[in-house]
């Protein structure tokens, strides 16, 4: 049985009459890798410092490890946030960095950050004010994975990385994960590289929850139907339709739905062709308003 | 194993469909082992839970079996449960599709009949 | 070691090592003043005299500076590796305390070094010490606790101007130092002007300047301000939230 990660219930966070998280109640398990998907401004950034006690909700409650996390040193003592910001001292080396990760973090392994600084090409002697983009962003991955924290949160971790580079991660992020299992919250847009990494997905849409999903749900639950626009509209009745486009004599429909042997027996016809929907168009379809 | 997340099938159901296409193809033979969870998201880069799936729905169909403290094994007799889940996904899969683009192309049945005939001559 | 330790180490080290510099860098920018008339000899104007250097006062300012200087980065990231905003303060409190003593003590073993050291290059020393100047009868005893109160305020001060600066910003910035302008501009003004001539005696009780044993009076009206400062700076940054 898996304990509970983390629970929000209804959080909000306003400025004014700006929502940037609206009523939002999320229950999380411990020791998945948890994709939070969502486009820009969605809120995921909100939610995650809220989470790691950055800045404060408006309402709504947050509780990690079953104790509320607001100013518990016990609890964010087991969390490793790495945001996109940067917030590291400049005059810094990347190896003091390091050493400050070690002091702060009780399970921070320092020879494989070491070995990670190798892989990667981060030199250590460096200030961290005389990193590129590229480089802050590793530097960031090498703290979080290294961290070995019970909950670590990556926010936007590949941000200015080439996609060899991208591809590094999520093998030591797999790899790390698969020998020291932990809690892992990675929000991001890149949704179709990183969805093989996921064992969830949590995805967010104006500071709302629109889904919280396995990964492989993402496939099974989504299909493309087309066909002549009658033919496909009463076979689409009665099911979630995300989208639906009109090229010529022919109508297509994305569906996002439960499909069991039934559905999915409407949906077998002769008049109609049934498509896989690309994880990415997938995602802006569920983000997007219709 | 090439695995395609633009398939329509799920990971796991294309990590499971490989596994029993290197067993009935013999490049994993009866009783040896396989890679472990751990090892194939390592090697493929994706989550261990989903190639956990991928796995046990092949422990539950008795394909593969579990030794305690070492891996995963390949069951004596996989090969024919393979054989006999394939055969009756065989019509569905194949004969259906075939049967239809048929009737779409206006290929009768014995026009069919005599293409099957002819194509299994030149196989043997 | 819990996380309150693991902050005071982190910012102690930094504390002292720029502690450190700036003494050497004073006491190599004094030594050199020092030499110049020696390495010139034309350039002695007036006769070999020394005056006091009161080194409290430029360590006053390296106090403001520094911790002013570094509040918001030191405070983002401490925050970022997982340090309660209440962790974060207890160490700052501490860090900067230690400071203040710390160069409070350098203060006093200025005052008893540097007479015999200029001698020895060849200057009479003469000038008074500020304090004696102001206060009377100072043991040393006295006039240490003083320095340190005095610095222990400034630094309470400075943490809660790095406060408010990161609270609220520029602005902050920027009225602060128009009102100190003001403030020290129109000082002329009011103490001859009668009618505002209850700041004058604010400042005179505050200070304690006629009393007998005025200096330990004064450091004790100085500790009870800075614990005010400080219980400011903890309320405004109980709750505050991040700012890049």
Known sequence: MSEVLLETNMLTKNYGD????????????????????????????????????????????????????????????????????????????????????????????????????????????????????????????????????????????????????????????????????????????????????????????????????????????????????????????????????????????????????????????????????????????????? | MKLDFNDEKAIYLQIADSIENDIIKDVIEEESQILSTNQMAILYKINPATAGKGINMLVDQGILYKKRGIGMFVSTGAKGIIREKRKSDFYERYIASLLEEARNLDIGVDELIKMIKEGGQINE | MNRVSKCLYFQNKNMLKNTFLYVLYYTLAVLLLMLLPIIFKGLRIGGNAYGKSNFYLPAGIFTFAYIVSTYKETFNYLLLFGNTRKTIFISSIVTNTAMSLLLAVISLISTFVEAPIANWFGYDSIGTDLLDFIYQSNSWASKLLFIAAFLILLAAFSMLYGALSYKLGKVFTIVFWVAFGVAFVSLPIVAANSKLNFIIIAIDLFFCFEASNGILLASINFILLALIFSSLTYLLSRRQPQVD
């Open chain 1, 18 to 290: 700006v929502y940037a998280l609206k009523d939002f109640t999320v229950k999380l398990d411990c020791n998945k890798i948890y994709g939070f998907l969502g486009r820009n401004g969605a809120g995921k950034t909100t939610f995650l410092n809220i989470v790691s006690s950055r800045i404060f909700a408006t309402d709504g409650e947050v509780k990690i490890f079953g104790q509320d996390s607001f100013n518990s040193q016990e609890i964010l003592s087991k969390i490793c946030y790495m945001p996109e910001k940067n917030l590291f001292i400049g005059t810094m080396r990347v190896v003091e960095i390091l050493k400050s990760a070690a002091l702060f973090y009780n399970g921070f392994d320092m020879q494989y950050a070491q070995e990670l600084c190798t892989k990667f090409g981060l030199q250590t002697k460096k200030k961290y004010k005389a990193l590129s983009r590229g480089y802050e962003s590793i530097l960031r991955i090498v703290i979080g994975l290294a961290s070995r924290a019970s909950l670590t949160i990556f926010d936007e971790p590949v941000l200015g990385l080439d996609a060899a580079v991208r591809d590094m991660f999520y093998r030591e992020l797999i790899e790390d994960y698969t020998n020291h299992p932990r809690s892992f919250i990675i929000s991001t847009h890149l949704i179709e590289e990183s969805a093989n990494m996921f064992e969830e997905v949590v995805i967010i849409k104006e500071g709302s929850l629109v889904k919280q999903l396995p990964v492989d749900e993402l496939k099974e639950m989504a299909r493309y139907v087309s066909g002549k626009a009658a033919s496909v509209d009463e076979a689409v009745a009665g099911l979630n339709l995300i989208h639906s486009e009109t090229v010529g004599a022919t109508k297509i429909c994305a569906i996002f739905d439960r499909l069991d042997d039934e559905k999915l027996k409407k949906l077998t016809r002769a008049d109609l062709d049934l498509s896989p929907i690309p994880v990415q168009k997938l995602f802006i379809y569920l983000t997007s308003n219709n």
